[in-house]
């Protein structure tokens, strides 16, 4: 069995294919805990429902739940068919149990098969990644930077690998923008300077008050052009600890984008566009952006020169549901009087 090879392989050489960050093919930090007759049988249970539990977060993170009817019970063999990597974190064994934290790489051609197929829509695009400024409210005041499990969730969580993408500053990075005040106060000058800092135009600053025997948090997503605050989003609920209130305000982020740009039904077509760029890396960018949409079944290339091209884009959906998946990918669908519809770099 597929399943057990790859357990196998695992354990003989503790070689695994490399996690594929900031895609959300990727599961991490899932909990494995079996136990059984021999270590070997302990580890291979543990790594046949690892796997399972692993692709059932995934299936999850790219549908909605009314879709989840139509998806196909998940077995081992099921779940070995969509995988191309594992790797084990905090391993712990014994002669009758394994424990470790599992992460697992996914083969995107292979769940986009298995849910086309099912005819269940989801969504695997991802939106612009943002960066969150979580802050804890305590007895001492408020705290940022320093002595902050709150921080260290989102540091920790694997978050990037969301379909909305969520990341926490490394090291001290971001202590000459912001303090804890200033975030909790949402100085937007600061904010936009983080912002421009991080290369984000989206900052999400979360005030989370109480511990791991409870958890309320409550904020806003402020997105910028420039310094001015384009969009302002409030964030608030509760959990039961910190890692469960971070999983909810990203799962809350994720059903929002996935029904902007789920489709249903036979809408999309093909479009004509002019693609502008000022340089071979800025062609590159919007190239990118193009055929890694999922939305765009074929981008045919139909004439180029040192500042534009010509192509043809099939796509499935609504053209503003196009405009928001490419703008997630850098890329802007514009019009212009004399070009008709552009493709721009953002």
Avoid: H
């Amino acid at each position: 069995m597929r399943f057990i090879l790859a357990a196998l392989a695992f354990a003989v050489s503790a070689i695994a294919t490399p996690a594929q960050a900031d895609t959300p093919f990727t599961v991490t930090g899932v909990e494995i805990d079996a136990s059984g007759a021999n270590a070997l049988e302990a580890q291979t249970v543990a790594m046949r429902e690892g796997q399972v539990a692993a692709t059932r977060v995934l299936l999850n993170r790219l549908t909605l739940p009314e879709d989840r009817g139509s998806i196909p019970p998940i077995g081992a063999e099921t779940a070995a068919s969509l995988i191309t990597g594992l790797q084990v974190s905090n391993e712990q064994r014994s002669s009758t149990r394994y424990l470790g934290d599992l992460t697992v790489n996914f083969s995107a051609g292979a769940v986009r098969r298995f849910l086309n197929g099912a005819g269940v829509p989801f969504v695997d695009s991802q939106a612009r990644e943002t960066l969150i400024l979580p802050v804890l409210r305590g007895s001492g005041g408020l705290t940022l930077w320093d002595g902050n499990p709150w921080l260290e969730t989102w540091r920790t969580g694997g978050f990037t690998n969301a379909l909305t993408p969520v990341r926490a500053p490394d090291g001290d990075a971001g202590r000459m923008f912001v303090d804890a005040a200033s975030a909790a106060n949402f100085d937007t000058q600061a904010l936009a300077d983080i912002a421009q800092g991080f290369g984000v135009s989206s900052v999400a600053v979360i005030i989370a008050s109480g511990g791991e025997g409870g958890v309320s948090y409550e904020g806003a997503i402020l997105e910028f052009d420039g310094t001015e605050v384009v969009n302002n989003t409030s964030v608030s609920g509760s959990a039961g600890s910190y890692s469960g209130a971070a999983s909810r305000v990203v799962d809350d982020l994720e059903s929002a984008w996935k029904r902007q740009v789920v489709v249903r039904g036979g809408s999309g077509g093909e479009l004509r566009v002019t693609v502008l760029y000022r340089s071979i890396d800025q062609w590159r960018s919007v190239q990118n952006a193009l055929t890694g949409a999922s939305l765009i079944s074929n981008a045919r290339l139909d004439a180029v020169s040192r500042t534009g091209a010509m192509m043809t884009l099939t796509y499935r959906g609504t053209t503003e549901q196009l405009r928001r998946e490419l703008d997630a990918r850098g890329a802007v669908l514009g019009e212009d009087p004399e070009l008709g519809i552009t493709v721009s770099p953002r």
